[in-house]
């Protein structure tokens, strides 16, 4: 299952320091997409390290630039291609005051399209896809002898995770990490890239995942959010061997003094086993919070889209969580106008968010993606019914959000708190339902959880009052 939150709005990450001994260099990372490029970005720079890069805070100022990418939806090829011509324009500029450039294309558009970036761009030094972002110091010295563009977009054999250090440096301090899990997805739903672009399903081994979530609570996380293309498809070694499935995974990392919350996404309905359910009933630390994309509600349309679920299986299988989680708030992600997708068929995906309500959605409307089934099917709706549809889906999604966070009005809810609000002596936070929450309170409440009251619902966050401010400023000293 791939991720939310693809909004393609670039977010740069950063190295840490230099080893001594290095020429200091300049890194730039561009990131779009989902929060697995988030954390790929960073573990890049985190590869890159030893080799002396630190960050620069633009592509001018940067030695290597490396734009991450994100194939998931439209036109995501034209807008590489797009902003390589605005790179070509600074590495030109900087080519004419003697400074190299080393331009890097990752991620997916990489993974399937590189051999036409090195077509249309061959100012591009580097085409890497996510397998082999472990590679990249080796391919940085390639590229500095090579005339021509240094290309690995195979799935090698070789686990990436064994040879990447640790967790990403831009997040040491941050009281919310993320931590990828699992790669890949076997599912091969009709309308999406990620089996050819990410690979096969596969699975870190738990020792390793432990030892990074350790690390990241040393450094600060007091929240980890455990990711994966199928993350609930999770089916690591454990460490006395046996595979260990997501439940059982999140069981063993609850136990990690001050890590308080746990979170995963995204997930296949089909790989939602008894464990896993059961776990939310059990353990406090994981939130009652979940990403679970059905995509539509038509079970003709579940079926072109090779979902292997039915409408009814959804739905049964939200009692069964909430019958683990009573409190239990869900996400989701829809597509509209899947080839196929009569007014009928829209209308069943509307009748299943209203028997369920959902606190938040993602909804798209469907584009063809080259090379995947549902690209050369037939039925493809005109994008005008699409437009109409995706109106109408997304008004109901917002109503059902709205109603979810006016009923927070008045509740008592724990709140993490991750840095300081907008006005100063305010604090800002996040409730069990990922709600972005804001109050009075001193900064030394960072990485505490507290409880508030919520007073207000505003356009895009809830406003609260500390419980017992003096109580939670005692222990925030203590
Ligand atoms: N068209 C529209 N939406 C898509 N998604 C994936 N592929 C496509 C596509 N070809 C959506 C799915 C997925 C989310 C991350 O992006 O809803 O769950
Ligand atoms: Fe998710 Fe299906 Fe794509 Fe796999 S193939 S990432 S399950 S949408």
Redo the contacts with the bound molecule.
Sequence with gaps: ????H?SLRPTSATSPPPAESRPLRRLHVITWG?QMNVYDSGRMADVLAPLGYRPADSAADADMVILNTCH??ERATEKVFSELGRLRVIKEQRAAEGRETILAVAGCVAQAEGAEITARAPFVDIVLGPQTYHRLPEMVARAHRAAGPVIETDFPVEQKFDFLPGAPAEQDQAVTAFLTVQEGCDKFCS???VPYTRGAEASRPVAGIVEEAQRLVARGAREVTLLGQNVNAYHGAGPNGGDWGLGRLIRTLAEIPGLLRIRYM?SHPRDMHDDLIAAHAEVPALMPFLHL?V?SGSDRVLAAMNRRHTADDYRRLVDRLRQARPDLALSS???VGHPGETAADFEATMALIRDIGFAQA?S??????PG?P?AAATGHVPETEKDRRLAELQALIRAQQDHFNMRSVGLDLDVLVTGPGRRPGQIAGRSPYLQAVHMDGPANLVGQIVPVTIRQCLTNSLSATLNNPAYAQERASA
């Design positions: 299952m791939s991720l939310p693809l989902c998931i939806r309308f999406c890239v995204t994309p995509q992600d829809f597509i993602f798209f409307k469907y584009s063809p993606r995947t549902a």
